[in-house]
């Protein structure tokens, strides 16, 4: 199957700095990918879909100025938590759609002290 | 906008037994329907999908199963192993709202042996 990859896979980062997260398909083009937030035993949550060349789309809640998005190529997008605080600590997830498939990355964990 | 509802949060089955986990969903259009299974601290992994012209799909001790009708799906995992156990998720996507999935709250499914 496809493969997505994400890094880092963790990263632990001081209250107040910016962290950038990226996420790649290997083998396949992607002019969308999307991205997700994990709580502790919670559900994925749809957090924005990237495209590539254009501004990314995001769901109802979610701040754009916080989680920047970049989607610059066909097999890069990333998403760059700005100003993090402690309660963006999260386990963030992204996915990418290969044909009627939907591939996720390994995740990246985030930890804002 | 689509909702998915997974139940139970929690299974627990001997080794050998099945296991089954089911979901509604609310929009009659969405026409895709994945099951990804989460292991501790990785990212998603589909094991099986279904889409809407098909009533039933099987891949060894995994099936699937449809009821448009009554707008809900089901995953059945036959004489379960210990390295079943793992969170269960389960998704629906309507291809027109950009394939964006939107996933049931989860499934912690404990094979003991």
């Known amino acids: 199957g496809a493969v997505v990859s994400q890094h880092p896979s963790r990263v632990i980062c001081k209250s107040g700095t910016s962290v950038k997260i990226e996420c790649r398909s290997l083998?396949?083009?992607?002019?969308?990918m999307f991205w997700y937030r994990q709580f502790p035993k919670q559900s994925l949550m749809l957090m924005a879909t990237?495209?590539?060349?254009?501004?990314?789309?995001?769901e109802q809640g979610v701040e754009k100025d916080k989680f920047l998005i970049n989607h610059a190529s066909l097999t890069l997008s990333t998403l760059t938590v700005t100003s993090a605080h402690p309660e963006d600590s999260s386990f963030y997830i992204c996915?990418?759609?290969?044909?009627?498939?939907?591939?996720f990355g390994p995740g990246t964990r985030l930890l804002v002290l | 906008g689509e909702n998915v509802e997974q139940h139970p949060s929690t299974l627990s089955v001997q080794e050998g037994d099945s296991a089954v986990i089911k979901c509604t969903y609310s929009d009659s259009a969405s026409n895709y329907f994945p099951w990804y299974k989460q292991e501790l601290g990785k990212g998603p992994q589909l094991i099986i999908d279904?889409?809407?012209?098909?009533g039933e799909k099987k891949d060894q001790r995994i099936a699937v199963t449809l009821n448009k009708t009554a707008k809900h799906f089901s995953l059945h995992i036959t004489e379960t192993q210990p390295e079943d156990s793992a969170v269960y998720f389960c998704?629906?996507?309507?291809?027109?709202?950009?394939?964006?999935?939107?996933f049931g709250a989860g499934t912690i499914l404990r094979v003991k042996s």
């Open positions: 279904i889409r809407s012209n098909v």
């Open positions: 998704a629906a996507m309507l291809r027109e709202y950009g394939n964006k999935l939107v």
């Open positions: 996915s990418a759609p290969n044909r009627d498939y939907q591939y």
């Open positions: 990237s495209n590539e060349g254009s501004k990314a789309t995001y």
């Open positions: 083998d396949f083009q992607a002019t969308t």
